[in-house]
């Protein structure tokens, strides 16, 4: 008796973190194409009431080294981040970076696992189409991936659009990471476990500012490696 009430405290548990990490972005805040103007920029529907796993961690939290919490009012992304704050009044840079991070951490690992269920709660239908495709072909050609990101160098705002009632905010992401994809035998094809590649990654999250739902989703993706 007492173990079947573990694991639906266990359960209850899961869910309240992913829901509070998706939450995060909205209310305080590679094989993908940059997409210029993102269509069906608002929140999928949301799922069942049912227990989505986070992806694997097989290591402590990741805390960013630096990160640019502060911005000049007077620059062009000053100006448009303050635009962002007034039209969304949960809207804070600060917690918005905190989000960021931790979605960067999900969804770099749910694209690896091929979790689809987590990659659906964070991606634009786009993008989530873009991460299903590489996730079937590398099925389909029976190899796996392994990705850890051993260490979040940098998390800073560098891009900042508001445009018809739907903010869009641009983080770019450098990290350490490793990263491995082996065939049906195990034989490593790319990567190399014992070596750490640094990377930059540029994301773009949005949300229509006057929505009920606070969540933010990536809506476009693109590296500078």
Known sequence: MGGGLDLILLALLAGFIILRLVSVLGRRTGNERRQENPAGLERAPAPDAKTVELPGRDRGPVTPQAT???????????????????????????????????????????????????LGLLLSPDVLRDFEAAIAEREAANQTMQTTIVDVLKTEITDARLENGTAEVTVTFKAELISVVRDAEGRIISGNPSDTETVTDIWTFARQVKARDPNWLLVATQSND
Do not use: Q, W
Not at 88 to 102: K, R
């Open 68 to 118: 640019a919490t502060e911005f000049d009012r007077d620059t062009p992304l000053g100006k448009t981040l303050t635009r962002i704050m007034m039209a969304d009044h949960s809207f804070d840079p600060d917690g918005f970076l905190e989000g960021a991070n931790g979605a960067y951490e999900m969804v770099t690992k749910g694209f690896a696992e091929g979790d689809r269920e987590t």
